[in-house]
């Protein structure tokens, strides 16, 4: 059964301090891997697409990276406005569906 | 360029009644989808269209229709709210399957 899986679900940092947040799944066949952003009262914003093992995106202070079993989203020396819940998703191999993770809710206290 | 626009933001309905969620989106996307998203789920796929005049279930879809007629249009009707229904929907689109999709800023819908 195709599964993503975030961890933490949530995570308290303070403002500069770095870490990552980890997104494991298993899919038959990977199409893709995408990351998001949520801000409260907001629909999920696009951030990243990864394809294959090994890739790395980068924007601002976020950098998504890619294995074959788990992608991380490294937040270095984060900012307030870096607060909000990061989802990660995966197409189905058969379908034209999507399978979201539950979320990392990431608060960084200034 | 608006991306994808849901109506209305909020509304309050009593347990029976009837409504229509709005989703449009002026992105030539193929793909449109409707999401549930509750505390502790995630977001959970209700309906799904793969183009004009299509329509399919996803994980959850007792108790929604949903209608495309138009390739900028997605319409999630709910004919007997429960309260179960209590929640925050996500219309998303894709210009195809399998690729991100772009959401739109979500209904918050409560069942009394």
């Known amino acids: 059964e195709d599964q993503v899986t975030q961890s933490p679900e949530a995570l308290r940092l303070q403002e500069g301090e770095s870490s990552s947040l980890n997104c494991s799944y298993t899919?038959?066949?990977?199409?893709?891997l995408f990351w998001y952003r949520q801000d409260p009262g907001k629909g999920p914003e696009f951030l990243f697409t990864?394809?294959?093992a090994g890739e790395e995106k980068e924007k601002e202070r976020l950098k998504a990276t890619l294995t074959k079993k788990e992608s991380f989203l490294h937040i270095t020396a984060p900012k307030p406005e870096d607060s909000a819940t990061y989802l990660c998703?995966?197409?189905?191999?058969?379908?034209?569906?999507?399978?979201f993770g539950k979320g990392t809710r990431l608060h960084i206290l200034p | 360029n608006a991306g994808v626009t849901q109506t209305p933001k909020f509304r309050v309905l009593k347990t029976g009644q009837s409504m229509t969620l709005l989703c449009a989106q002026d992105?030539?996307?193929?793909?449109m989808y409707w999401y549930r998203q509750d505390p502790g789920m995630g977001l959970r796929l209700i309906h799904y269209?793969?183009?004009?005049?299509?329509?399919a279930k996803g994980e959850v879809p007792d108790g929604y229709n949903v209608s495309r007629l138009k390739k900028q249009n997605f319409l999630l009707g709910l004919e007997s709210a429960a309260p179960s229904q209590t929640s925050v929907y996500f219309c998303?689109?894709?210009?195809?399957?399998?690729?991100?999709?772009?959401f739109g800023d979500g209904t918050r819908l409560s069942i009394l």
């Open positions: 899919v038959s066949g990977l199409r893709g």
């Open positions: 992105m030539n996307h193929e793909y």
């Open positions: 998703a995966v197409p189905t191999y058969r379908d034209d569906k999507i399978i």
């Open positions: 269209s793969v183009g004009e005049g299509t329509t």
């Open positions: 998303a689109s894709s210009y195809l399957g399998g690729q991100p999709q772009h």
């Open positions: 990864l394809y294959s």
